[in-house]
């Protein structure tokens, strides 16, 4: 034999073991949904991590009591019903029959209570829950009550809340773990089970269908309610920090789904070849909002009247072009949106009171500036450049505040530093901080329960210290308004007192697209990435 | 040369506890707070503080070092704050990708190098040669982010030959964990083959001057022969100099090159490490790559000896 055949008979059979990736492993490749999220989860717990990408973890493996539809209704998702008694003060559910933990252990009535404990520590809708409930009982494996001393209507919305710090139900033994403490494994009854010797911190997470899982016997699945249908044995999250890896990978074909594609990027997937192959779509609705956080406790944004003017100021589409651009997508035309108030535009809270302020006037603010006495003042402005929306909406905010005629330092660090830094109370000349720009979920600012950043309780408010009382006082009616007027005439109320107060400035929403292969269909319209529904075609 | 070994071996305790000190401080004086990171957006300060005390952050300075050095000590490098796994095991789970990817760049880089500058030394001033010098100049400046996207946009997206990215362990066999190694190792691997091909170019041509080669000619030694047995031992300790220090450059292009082809390595887990501040295992990843780096520096002063005989320890 010659050399160059044996060379040649080498490269062949090399070449032949290479054929099992694209051809014989295709079968199995076919029930595996492979994902890239937006971020990496950290850990694995739902209570103590208030990230996102957690609560989308956590959506595969625990279930709720309470699900909500596309329509933010809740509806009963673990549990068969409930009742309620005492003139609200009683409430008592019972729990669907032959759920099951992924460690085969019965869903009982006393899981679900150490849950809500647990999470009613953490939560600041459940911590409002908690402040009223009296005593917590099993009355049977399957039944539980709620006895409340004084009455709370929102029960239902704590349940089934979609944002971060959702109500997920695990064992009692994990969740009498400190509420300050991680949990170390991720078992709870949802449709996957959390595959924790596959998991990779920072790379990769696998779940399994998790085969005894019971779903809703009727109804229709939309967002967290209804059935539960998981139509693929296995879904492999991989951690892709680098956006154009993750678009190759897309491209490629390597991974099925990119849950957040970036700005500059998610263009090429609606051209040639890719568009015949990926699919850009919305599927949170709510969308992101974006908001510039004053200090409230430092000079110049301890005067509200300079906080005012960065109302009259702001042009909110500028903010969101700098963000994610003006290339539209089939589902939506323009993906940025102007007009936004505090509480999302497609909420049952929103109301125009006081979407007047936002004249989009440098004239107009610099004249108030002027009034207030803080023209050429020093701001000092947080920049996370790790964290490109956030950087870019920062650097058309420190453009805005120089023509303003504010003297602005920018600084540049990583979204850790900030977070560090946003806690520091101190003065500018001794480390503190006059503002940032960061994004919440539409979900956030859905009603007053999740809206953190609106809160005007003073030191325990979230950095930046407002103090509003006005506003507290109008959240708690909201969570005591016996009907939808009531509550809406609360955040209608909020909003009023907001525009005046400032306790941020808007800047705008923007629909985040997701890209996915054509051949996934079922994807679920929401808030969450929701892994059950969907299939291949 | 035993007693020498045992002598640099016991000389690494100290470089050690010098980075240890080091790395600590330098993590203690940095701004951030694994507690407010952890506590998320509705906790008040109040949580986060409680969260300061239970990760024991809320310690001073010297009683959180000595609890730190004794864990290690006792061969326990710590638990991710955020994780609550071991580091041990966080860094177990990532050394093999790391050390595939260093393997696979170095054996590419230096097969890949010598020859080239061994070429380049013996057609000095011809095309060969120039051609060899340009690749090293463009080589060392283009970064290797650059390379690793234009290997991925023609190798796996243009003509589908290879995997965009992540990793396959060596136990599913040798051809898939290599597939996914080709364009990493490539990318990595460039500025090293520029470094190392420019060094060798440099010495052969000194070494190329020397009598003793003009005698082998005169004794009729073929070219090959003279070339990388005569005149290439000869050159070979600047040359393995270059490629120890070279192993730096390896670890520092190996954090950009496990992004770029999201391999799940210990650089990836250095980043991730430092941007939520989780202190355990930047300190335990970064004491690791210095134990390397002081072990690799005591394999190359070894392996001068075996290049040059007159070298004793």
């Known amino acids: ?537 | 040369m035993f007693a020498y070994v045992v002598r640099r071996v016991l000389a690494t305790i100290p470089v050690m506890a010098v980075v240890a000190l080091f790395v600590f401080s330098l993590l203690y004086i940095a701004p951030g707070d694994p507690a407010a990171v952890i506590a998320g957006d509705q906790a008040t300060p109040a949580d986060v503080e409680r969260i300061r005390q239970s990760l024991g952050l809320d310690r001073p300075y010297l009683v959180r070092f000595g609890a730190w050095l004794w864990d290690i000590l006792n061969g326990d490098l710590g638990t991710s704050i955020f994780t609550n796994l071991p580091v041990s095991t966080m860094i177990a789970q990532r050394i093999e990708p790391t050390l595939s990817l260093m393997v696979v760049t170095l054996i590419l880089a230096i097969s890949v190098a010598v020859p080239m500058g061994v070429v380049a030394a013996w057609k000095q001033g011809t095309v060969i040669d120039r051609a060899v010098m340009a690749f090293a100049v463009v080589g060392f400046s283009v970064p290797v982010f650059v390379v690793g996207y234009l290997l991925a946009y023609f190798f796996a997206l243009e003509w589908d030959l290879l995997p965009v990215q992540g990793y396959t362990p060596l136990s599913r066999g040798v051809w898939p964990w290599l597939q996914n190694l080709i364009l990493p190792a490539i990318a990595l691997g460039t500025v090293y083959i520029a470094l190392i091909a420019r060094i060798t170019r440099a010495t052969m041509l000194e070494v190329l001057q020397q009598d003793y080669i003009r005698t082998a000619k005169a004794k009729g030694v073929g070219q090959a022969g003279m070339l990388f047995l005569h005149a290439l031992k000869n050159a070979a300790v600047p040359i393995v100099t270059v490629i120890g220090i070279g192993i730096a450059l390896l670890i520092g292009g190996a954090v950009v090159t496990e992004s770029v082809f999201a391999i799940p390595g210990l650089g990836r887990l250095t980043v991730d490490a430092i941007l939520r501040r989780d202190y355990p295992v930047i300190q335990g990843v970064v004491l690791l790559f210095s134990f390397v780096y002081v072990l690799v520096n005591l394999a190359i002063d070894l392996a001068y000896t075996l290049f040059d005989p007159r070298i004793r320890y």
């Open chain 1, 1 to 537: 034999m010659l050399r160059r055949d044996l060379l040649a008979g080498a490269g062949l059979a090399a070449a032949a073991t290479a054929l099992p990736r694209f051809g014989i492993a295709q079968p199995a490749q076919a029930r595996v949904l492979r994902y890239v999220p937006h971020a990496n989860p950290g850990n694995i717990d739902p209570f103590t991590n208030t990230a996102f990408v957690a609560r989308d973890h956590a959506f595969l493996v625990f279930d709720q009591l309470y699900g909500m539809d596309e329509q933010f209704r809740p509806v009963p998702q673990m549990v068969q019903g409930h009742v309620v008694e005492n003139d609200g003060l009683l409430w008592r559910f019972t729990l669907r029959e032959g759920l099951r933990f992924h460690d085969g252990s019965a869903v009982r009535g006393r899981d679900c209570i150490a849950s809500i404990r647990r999470w009613g520590r953490r939560d600041a809708f459940g911590q409002v829950l908690m402040s009223r409930v009296a005593d917590m009982t099993e009355e049977s494996d399957r039944v539980f009550s709620i006895r409340l001393n004084r009455p709370f209507p929102k029960m239902l919305e704590a349940f089934s809340k979609v944002t971060t710090s959702c109500l997920f139900v695990m064992p009692e033994r994990l969740a009498n773990v400190d509420p300050f403490q991680n949990i170390t494994e991720a078992v709870g009854s949802g449709p996957y089970r959390f595959l924790r010797d596959e998991w990779n911190p920072g790379s990769r997470l696998a779940y399994a269908r998790y085969a005894d899982y019971v779903p809703v016997p009727s109804g229709t699945t939309s967002m967290t309610a209804g059935p539960k249908v998981a139509h693929f044995d296995r879904v492999e999250w991989n951690i892709i920090p680098d956006a154009s890896t993750a678009s190759a990978a897309l491209q490629s074909g390597e991974i099925d789904w990119w849950e957040q594609p970036t700005a500059d990027l998610f263009p090429a997937f609606l051209r040639g070849a890719n568009a015949r192959n990926i699919a850009v779509d919305i599927i949170n609705n709510s969308g992101l909002i974006g908001i510039f956080r004053p200090n409230h406790v430092t000079a110049p944004f301890n005067n509200p009247a300079v906080r005012r003017a960065v109302l009259t100021a702001i042009n909110q589409m500028d903010f969101m072009t700098a963000v994610i651009g003006t290339t539209g997508i089939e589902a939506r035309r323009d993906l940025r949106r102007e007009g936004i108030g505090y509480f999302a535009p497609e909420s049952p809270s929103a109301s125009n009171v006081g979407l007047d302020r936002l004249q989009k006037s440098i004239e107009a603010a610099r004249a108030q500036l002027q009034a207030a006495g803080a023209m050429g003042q020093r701001l000092v402005l947080m920049n996370a450049t790790d964290l490109a929306s956030i950087n870019a909406a920062t650097l058309v905010g420190a453009d805005l505040f120089r023509r303003m005629g504010f003297n602005v330092e920018l600084v540049s660090t990583d979204w850790g530093t900030v977070i560090a830094r946003r806690a520091s109370r101190n003065p500018l000349e001794q480390g503190g901080w006059s503002g940032f720009f960061t994004f919440w979920s539409g979900v956030d600012h859905w009603n007053p329960a999740s809206h953190a950043s609106i809160r005007g309780h003073g030191e325990n408010a979230w950095p930046g210290w407002p103090t509003i009382p006005a506003i507290e006082a109008q959240r708690d009616a909201w969570f005591d308004a016996p009907n939808d007027a009531a509550a809406l005439a609360a955040t209608t109320e909020m909003q009023r007192i907001a525009f005046e107060e400032v306790p941020y400035v808007p800047t705008g929403m923007y629909y985040q697209p997701t890209a996915f292969r054509r051949n996934l269909t079922g994807m679920l319209k929401g808030q969450p990435p929701l892994f059950w529904n969907i299939r291949r075609a």
